[in-house]
Nanobody, 119 residues
Framework: QVQLVESGGGLVQPGGSLRLSCAAS????????MDWYRQAPGKERELVAH???????NYADSVKGRFTISRDSAKNTLYLQMNSLKPDDTAVYYC?????????????WGQGTQVTVSS
């Protein structure tokens, strides 16, 4: 079974920065693309950033130029560098992937990490 564990969330003032990490663990699977999603209170979960196994990236318009997604495949770790944070960025941030096993694929989510942007 594949597990994703996020870390790095917290309280930050507007204009500040945070770096989220997501560590993947398990055996007998491969991971290609990975994503960061977020869900604010009373809102639907939305895609924030996406990265392929080759390193191609895509971002939601609301975070372009401020957030950077990256990965260390050797460590099976995904990152999200968040700069110039705004109160609207306040949400629970989730790591996501579809892990490919020998027979089945596993739609896998982390437990989430809270990011609060407030003065």
């Amino acid at each position: 079974q594949v597990q994703l564990v996020e870390s790095g969330g917290g309280l930050v003032q507007p204009g500040g920065s945070l770096r989220l990490s997501c560590a993947a663990s398990g055996s007998g699977f491969s991971i290609n693309s990975m994503d960061w999603y977020r869900q604010a209170p009373g809102k639907e979960r939305e895609l924030v950033a996406h990265i392929t196994s080759g390193g191609s990236t895509n971002y939601a318009d609301s975070v372009k130029g401020r957030f950077t997604i990256s990965r260390d495949s050797a460590k099976n770790t995904l990152y999200l560098q968040m700069n110039s944070l705004k109160p609207d960025d306040t949400a629970v941030y989730y790591c996501h992937t579809v892990a490919k096993g020998p027979i089945f694929n596993y739609d896998t989510w982390g437990q989430g990490t809270q990011v609060t942007v407030s003065s």
